[in-house]
């Protein structure tokens, strides 16, 4: 059942908008830090860390403001958010076509950032 954002929970509203402004205040962050070259040079790494952090806040943000739809959690384009929510999707429904197998301890940090 898709939900419009007039029939969502004020929690859920507020919890969305909250998930969307951090991820424009984290995208903002890095844009600063990108800003002084000798440092994005050091940091490169990290940079693209926080870039993937602001996506996914505002992946999160986009499911909770849709209610939590099936249909958004399809538009997930982040490999790493769109294979966990592929496992909720009812199966006949789904495209996910990789099992949803919980990670392991070492597959954490899938981009080696923090070595």
């Known amino acids: 059942m898709i939900h419009e954002p007039k029939f969502l929970a004020p929690k859920f509203v507020a919890m969305a908008e909250v998930l969307g402004e951090l991820g424009a205040?984290?995208?903002?962050?890095?844009?600063?830090?990108?800003?002084?070259?000798?440092?994005?040079?050091r940091h490169v790494r990290e940079l693209q860390a926080i870039d993937l952090i602001a996506q996914k806040q505002r992946a999160l943000a986009a499911i909770v403001a849709a209610g939590f739809s099936a249909a958004e959690?399809?538009?997930?384009?982040?490999?790493?958010?769109?294979?966990?929510?592929?496992?909720?999707?009812?199966?006949?429904?789904?495209?996910c076509e990789v099992p949803l197998d919980p990670p392991e301890p070492d597959d954490m940090d899938t981009l080696g950032l923090w070595e």
Do not use: K, W
């Not at 959690?73 to 495209?95: K, Q, V, Y």
């Open 25 to 41: 205040e984290i995208e903002a962050l890095g844009e600063v830090l990108c800003r002084d070259e000798d440092f994005a040079a």
């Open 73 to 95: 959690m399809r538009r997930i384009n982040l490999e790493a958010l769109h294979l966990r929510f592929c496992g909720f999707l009812d199966d006949s429904e789904t495209l």
